[in-house]
């Protein structure tokens, strides 16, 4: 078990980091999307293709609004309720919107 610093010394280099890792994410599905939608001629994969095709985008566009909350500087508060989203929790999902219990209603 390992107690997070969450003193504001670090914040600037938490902050690039959590970019440089949003930025090399979106560029790795960018690629992604790029390959998926190359026309491989086969019919038969275009139905699996289809759905990783949807995961990917909608995958971008949590990327892109993370990024664009963190230069709006919303970056890490609830959508939904304004409460701070854990860092623990943005450290295993970077670009969450909603903190836990607002992202349980969301699914449910
Ligand atoms: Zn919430």
């Not at 610093?5 to 790795?28: C, K, V, Y």
């Not at 919303?74 to 409460?83: A, D, F, K, P, V």
Request: hydrophobic letters at 30%; proline letters at 5%; glycine letters at 6%.
């Amino acid at each position: 078990m390992s107690e997070r610093m969450s003193t504001g010394t670090h914040d600037r280099q938490w902050r690039t980091e959590l970019e440089a890792t949003l930025t090399h994410e979106f560029n790795t599905q960018t690629a992604r999307l790029t390959e998926l939608t190359a026309d491989t001629g086969d019919p038969a994969e275009a139905h699996t293709k289809a759905a990783l095709i949807a995961a990917t985008r909608q995958s971008l566009e949590q990327i892109t609004g993370a990024l664009r909350r963190l230069a709006a500087g919303s970056y890490g508060s609830c959508e939904r309720c304004g409460t701070a989203i854990p860092p623990e929790r943005l450290e295993i999902l970077p670009h969450a919107r909603f903190c836990v219990p607002c992202q349980q209603k969301q699914n449910g």
